[in-house]
């Protein structure tokens, strides 16, 4: 019987398969030029690309494609075939080093940002040898960065790659301070926890909404939600758990770390959890995942959401980007150790996540910005849209001792020295877990729970790995020449965490004392999207960026038109199809019904002369009221959606938030309420109780 082991990664180029299919030397010097970062030889690259087209060619392919991630959110690719003629009509299976190397796909339509016209089409994808290639419906893929004719970023793979190199060469040098000098690198690490919805697909093909949108823009509330608790960690439906076998099958097959399974607390949600893998490899399995979690969807007769508030009133979906840092020595330096130095390297890296998250809460907020995610963030499912963060009780009372220079609850000496006592020995996470915390220590990570389930988790991560390297540039600056290491690193804990103990907060975030709190502290409330991407472009900001090589100004000025763009663009699409989708069937839909019953009433008053039909009146007052007020209503959402396409960029952006959401809403209060009272064989839409519920 064939088990996981037999065909995990049976579908990647890996590191087992370049051993088995490249010459030794090839191999050797392929390794090295990962590990040092220098451009590939092109005799190595003839003999990569050879190898890798030899094993493609075996498991049934034809085509290959260089497979990046434009700014679009989702992965794109061009498909090119093996095939190279020769005489006689004849052809050669054929791939190149220099094809390995590089593409050249049009860039014309891609969002650019304005860093470049649409005349200007020609792009370069290039080959990231440190993410294995792999193969999917017969077609042999390569991860690649992708970029302008003129050098400018358009992807979100390089700035991610540049941000790890910062992080790892910045944590590099505090390792070092620690004696540690066998240490060559440090690598971030990824675990991306994916939630999502599984709905009938005739359902989701009866919804004009969901097809366009990915979310419900009308539907009113199910006689039950998840008011019992009953779906969460509940049995797993037959039909689900079928999709979810299959589904791990085709990840297991690509080297994915597909995990855990479980029902979430929505009706109808589930979550994949995933193993930790490293920054880059870890994004680009969770962008296979988001793909094959649709796909196999359709095999099983599902529709799968993505979107971060498919349906309102129960819990969205998010994607917890679970983060970590790792020395190439197995080192996890977010793990408090056993001796005295271990707990004082930790502390240092401990208190520059601190820093980091207290001076760029802006970025972390604008890293999680999106149309979608606005309907999540701070609704009792999700963290709010203040930043903050949640180190346990333990690890708290450790860095409360250390700023007031006392002992800990009592167990040591009063001397706070690093180099003696300072970290009690506790078991990885030993502190109850904070749900509603947006970026919580958990043991030996940190888990950032603002993310939205349709997201990369590419531009999260390129802000976290940013931030925490400027803040160890800045530890190794005052501490390397230190001639009493143990007293400065002592000075730079206390020091770094009474200056920023406003981001810490280990209690409830949902609450409303909590908002007063937080902005008694000073920290940010940024409330919607366009609220936090106006952070992107603050000078800190842009200085950040260009000091560690992540963005030039160009590109972050470029990034933050595109994200604006992408933000007024998915409101204004969700702000047509909800007009078409009230204009075209719930309003004739109504009126027809409302008719039904009129005439039914004067029928009944012809043959009964005197009888009373108050009831049937008054319903059909009401329908007709209704129906009133929602042409208004949708009369006015064109309007203000035909008005905000006289702007652009941030101005659009607000006039969007603060115009066209609200008349979204109206509109949807009116058509909600019309639901509840229109006999269900004439509404024209699947209900939330039929989405829900009657999956088997």
């Not at 009493?484 to 949902?510: M, P, Q, S």
């Not at 992107?536 to 470029?558: Q, T």
């Not at 007052?621 to 959606?641: F, H, M, P």
């Amino acid at each position: 019987m064939e088990t996981v082991a037999d065909y995990f990664g049976c579908l990647v180029f890996n590191d087992e398969t370049m051993r088995e299919r490249l010459p030794k030397d090839i191999y050797r010097t392929l390794m090295k030029t990962i590990s040092d970062g220098k451009d590939i030889d092109i005799t190595v690259a003839n003999s990569v690309a050879n190898a890798m087209k030899n094993w493609a060619v075996e498991k049934g392919c034809t085509h290959f494609t260089h497979w990046f991630q434009p700014m679009t959110g989702i992965t794109a690719e061009k498909h090119d075939a093996f095939i190279s003629p020769v005489s006689g009509g004849k052809v050669l299976l054929e791939f190149s080093g220099k094809e390995l190397i590089k593409g050249e796909p049009d860039a014309s339509s891609f969002p650019s940002g304005g860093i470049r016209a649409t005349f200007e089409a020609r792009g370069y994808t290039a080959w990231d040898p440190t993410s294995y290639a792999f193969i999917k419906d017969d077609t042999l893929y390569i991860p690649t960065a992708f970029c302008s004719y003129t050098g400018d970023v358009l992807d979100k793979k390089t700035p991610l790659l540049r941000s790890m190199e910062a992080v790892s060469s910045e944590a590099l040098k505090i390792v070092h301070l620690f004696g540690r000098y066998d240490v060559k690198s440090v690598r971030t690490t990824v675990g991306p926890e994916q939630e999502y919805f599984l709905i009938d697909k005739d359902d989701y093909a009866k919804r004009e909404d969901l097809i366009l949108t990915g979310r419900t823009l009308l539907g009113a509330r199910s006689p039950k939600g998840q008011e019992m608790d009953d779906h969460y960690f509940g049995s797993i439906r037959t039909r689900v758990a079928a999709y979810m076998r299959d589904l791990d099958k085709e990840l297991w097959k690509l080297g994915i770390n597909a995990k855990t399974r479980h029902n979430e607390v929505a009706p109808c949600q589930h979550e994949l959890a995933p193993v930790f893998a490293t920054t880059n490899i870890a994004v680009d399995h969770n962008q296979l995942t988001m793909e094959l979690m649709k796909k196999v969807a359709e095999r099983h007769g599902f529709a799968c959401l993505l979107h971060e508030k498919p349906f309102a009133g129960v819990n969205g979906s998010g994607k917890h980007n679970n983060w970590s840092l790792s020395t190439d020595t197995g080192v996890n330096l977010l793990e408090p150790g056993d001796n005295p130095r271990d707990n004082a390297q930790f502390l240092i890296f401990l208190v520059a996540v601190i820093k980091a998250v207290d001076e760029y809460q802006d970025l972390m907020r604008c890293s999680v910005a999106s149309a979608g995610n606005d309907h999540r963030l701070g609704g009792h499912e999700a963290p709010p849209a203040i930043v903050s963060m949640f180190l346990g009780t333990e690890l708290n009372e450790v860095l409360e001792a250390i700023a007031g220079e006392r002992a800990i609850n009592g167990q040591f000496k009063s001397s706070m020295e690093l180099g003696v006592h300072v970290l009690p020995k506790f078991p990885k996470d030993s502190t109850d877990r904070n749900r509603t915390s947006p970026f919580a220590f958990t043991g030996n990570k940190f888990e950032f729970r603002m993310p939205g389930s349709s997201f990369s988790v590419s531009g999260p991560n390129i802000i976290i790995n940013t931030i925490v390297a400027k803040e160890l540039r800045g530890f190794y600056e005052e501490l390397k020449d230190a001639t009493d290491l143990n007293a400065a690193v002592t000075k730079l804990v206390r020091e770094t965490y009474k200056a920023h103990k406003r981001i810490v907060f280990n209690g409830n975030n949902y609450s409303d004392e909590w908002v007063k709190e937080a902005e008694k502290r000073g920290l940010l409330n940024l409330e919607s999207a366009p609220d936090a991407l106006d952070t992107f472009i603050a000078d800190k900001n842009i200085e950040l960026f260009k000091e560690f090589g992540i963005f030039s100004p160009v590109e972050v000025h470029s990034r933050y038109e595109i994200l604006n763009e992408e933000y007024s663009k998915t409101v204004h699409i969700e702000a047509l199809t909800m007009a078409d989708m009230v204009n075209r069937k719930i309003i004739p839909a109504v009126a027809e019904y409302s008719a039904r019953l009129a005439s039914g009433i004067v029928a009944k008053k012809s043959a009964v002369p005197g009888l009373s039909c108050e009831a049937e009146e008054s319903l059909v007052s009401r329908l007709t009221s209704y129906i009133d007020q929602l042409s208004e209503k949708i009369g006015k959402l064109t309007a203000v959606t035909d008005e905000s396409m006289k702007l652009e960029g941030s101005a659009r952006a607000h006039y969007t938030r603060n115009s066209i959401v609200p008349a979204m809403e109206e509109v949807r209060k009116i058509s909600d309420e019309l639901e509840l009272i229109v006999d269900r064989k004439v509404w024209p839409y699947p209900t939330y109780g039929e989405m829900l519920f009657y999956v088997r």
